[in-house]
């Protein structure tokens, strides 16, 4: 994708959630009247930028967007985070911490199986200590809590 | 005064008070450090604990975890672009860029001297000029309160290193996000889709974390360190911590601005952290240099955020009217110990009162001696190879979002602003502006409904009151030079 469509892109976006805001707005009852007045004062200002960012012409030359530099590492990472944020209620936060950094490092492509297992340890030692130990921060206990 | 501060001095001789206070500070700092989690959680959390010590042990300690707290949340700003607090957050914009060449340890360096300096300022003011000060807080309204919230909206153009376009849309998304929930006039809930967790607005950390935090080790998934492209004379230098020269100007007047901001209820570190950064950039003979890692960005910034803490107390002493919510759980904790703010604070509790404000400086003491020995040791994290780095910045994220509100609700919207905020970044667009956006959106929007209201609808009220007049100048005068510059750069792009 170039750098102008990407604009293009964006500014279309803006565009239909100036629209969305101006919707959702004419929606409010009565007695939020300043609510809904601040509400399309926003989007009119979204869509005015909106609209600019449409016309702007990009400078030239019109160079591609590089999304994303290496996608293996960043679809392992993102994949990996929304697995361990599925999982945590389930397994509990502390197993599913103890599966997911592992598992994660050695996806990245780390290959020190010690460090791999010593820097799981401290970060949940040290998060054991100061949420759960001291600060009392019920996290979620999964299948074990029931 | 001057007859109680003596036996105040006397009072904190006492090795026990001067465990307290370290043990608040260190406690204050590793708390300030871990995102999701606050000085106002420490603070309240400690309340039940001082319940059977002395009023002055009590105070001392609290003290020393609010101001050891402000302090901590530039370490994992600058070292993980992760700030730990919101108050932070401006702190990142220089501060990790400053850590991806190799110079985490002098930007930790810099953050704990400005700390140190922003506090000792505003305890300062608190110690000589309490009463005055309050005062001046008082005759803040909401119009004012508005024009405040909209001269910090303008550190958006300052915030802006593409596109003015992008960074304005930026902001204004952040205004938009911050509609969501319960309009704070008339009770009317907005843009909830019916979804509980959404009803008291956006939670502002989960947000701040995911656009910080997880944005930034995604895009870190290509390299292999932190400080990666720098050569192994860089690599080596990351223990030196020298502080670099020029910076004095700047950590005056951002204790000042802390101060005077941090005194104002409702207002707050974080809103004074980015007008101090305004105020740097605009009157900085480089200001292309902010954002990419220049010193003066994180000193205005964390001066700014720790000159709050004494500002905050001077309306909660004087006049029992806690300038944020650390000071409000403070006030809480000097209730429990049977003290009423007010003038007899100073009168009657002289001794005490006088002694908990002298104790504050050697909170800042006890940071600065520990910022200083261990900076070039935790700056050795930007080191460590992302592959171990990623899994474990994301397990502190998401017990961090969690931990606010027990919520794994958080921890979905964490994930997903981290997400959005990544491929934003990747598009042109500032997660800083949208931040500020988020945070400001909340206090312009009530100071905008309460002061028409005020006006039965005339807008005028922003213009006609002196307050409101000078805070207007002072946004203009902050505004010029940005807008000059992207002027002059799209006259020489057009030849």
């Known amino acids: ?59 030239s030359p019109d160079s591609h967007v590089v999304w994303v530099r290496s996608p293996r590492s960043f679809f392992f990472a993102v994949t990996g985070i929304v697995a361990y944020g599925a999982v945590i209620p389930r397994l509990g936060f502390f197993p599913a911490s103890a599966i997911f950094m592992p598992l994660l490092a050695l996806l990245l492509g780390y290959r020190r199986p010690l460090f791999i297992i010593l820097g799981t340890g401290i970060i949940l030692t040290f998060v054991y200590l100061v949420f759960v130990y001291f600060l009392g921060v019920p996290v979620p206990q999964g299948i074990w809590g029931e | 005064m001057t007859e109680f501060i003596l036996p105040a001095l006397t009072s904190l001789l006492d090795p026990m008070v001067l465990l307290v206070i370290s043990t608040g500070s260190i406690v204050g700092i590793i708390v300030g450090a871990m995102p999701g989690l606050t000085a106002t959680m420490a603070v309240a959390l400690l309340i039940p604990v001082t319940f059977g010590m002395s009023p002055l042990l009590s105070l001392a300690l609290m003290g020393g975890v609010y101001s050891g707290g402000m302090y901590g949340g530039a370490i994992s700003a600058i070292l993980l672009s992760t700030p730990g607090t919101p108050a932070a957050a401006a702190t990142a914009f220089d501060g990790y860029p400053m850590a991806r060449q190799g110079k985490g340890g002098t930007a930790l360096t810099v953050a704990t001297w400005a700390s140190f300096w922003g506090g000792i300022l505003s305890t300062f003011a608190l110690l000589l000029m309490a009463p005055a000060l309050a005062k001046f807080s008082l005759r803040f309204g909401p119009p004012e309160y508005f024009v405040l919230a909209i001269m910090g909206l303008s550190s958006i153009v300052t915030l802006t290193k593409g596109s003015m376009v992008k960074g304005l849309l930026s902001g204004f998304l952040g205004l938009t996000i911050a509609t969501v929930g319960m309009d704070p006039l008339s009770g009317f809930m907005r843009f909830t889709f019916g979804q509980m967790d959404l009803f008291d607005g956006v939670p502002f950390m989960p947000a701040l974390i995911g656009l910080f935090s997880i944005s930034q080790i995604l895009d870190l998934t290509a390299e292999t360190r932190i400080t990666e492209n720098i050569d192994d004379a860089t690599l080596s230098s990351i223990k030196r911590s020298k502080l670099p020269k020029g910076l004095a100007g700047t950590i005056c007047r951002g204790g000042v601005i802390g101060t005077i901001v941090g005194m104002l209820p409702g207002a707050g570190a974080t809103i004074s952290a980015f007008i101090s950064y305004n105020f740097a950039k605009q009157s900085a003979k480089d200001p292309e240099t902010f954002g990419k890692g220049n010193p003066k960005g994180v000193a205005a910034a964390e001066s700014a955020n720790n000159g709050c803490v004494g500002g905050s107390l001077i309306p909660l002493l004087t006049l029992g009217i806690p300038g944020n919510s650390v000071a409000a759980a403070l006030m809480g904790g000097l209730m429990i110990q049977g003290l009423i703010p007010g003038p007899e ?61 027990n919520n794994m609700f958080d921890v979905w919207l964490m994930i997903a602003f981290g997400i959005a905020g990544y491929f934003l970044e990747k598009g042109g667009f500032s997660t800083g502006a949208l931040v500020l956006g988020l945070i400001l959106g909340p206090i312009a929007e009530l100071g905008f409904g309460q002061s028409l209201i005020m006006s039965q609808g005339s807008p005028m009220i922003f213009f006609d009151r002196p307050l409101c007049i000078l805070l207007w100048v002072i946004t203009l005068l902050l505004m010029i030079p940005a807008f000059s510059s992207s002027l002059k750069k799209t006259k020489n792009r057009t030849e």
Do not use: E
């Not at chain 1, 707005?25 to 600019?52: E, T």
């Open chain 1, 1 to 59: 994708m170039t750098r102008s469509s990407m604009n293009r892109f964006f500014a279309v976006g803006g565009l239909g959630l100036a629209a969305a805001l101006f919707y959702g707005a004419n929606s409010f009852p009565d007695r939020a009247a300043d609510a809904a007045r601040y509400v399309f004062f926003l989007a009119g200002i979204f869509a005015v930028l909106s609209l600019v960012l449409l016309v702007q012409k990009t400078p």
């Open chain 2, 345 to 405: 604070l100073f009168s009657r509790y002289g001794t005490l009162t006088y002694g908990f404000i002298l104790s504050l400086f050697i909170a800042n003491i006890v940071f600065l001696v520990l910022g200083l020995y261990l900076a070039p040791y935790f700056a050795r994290v930007t080191s460590t190879p992302n592959a171990l780095l990623i899994p474990g910045i994301a397990i502190l994220s998401v017990i961090g979002s969690y931990a606010i509100n």
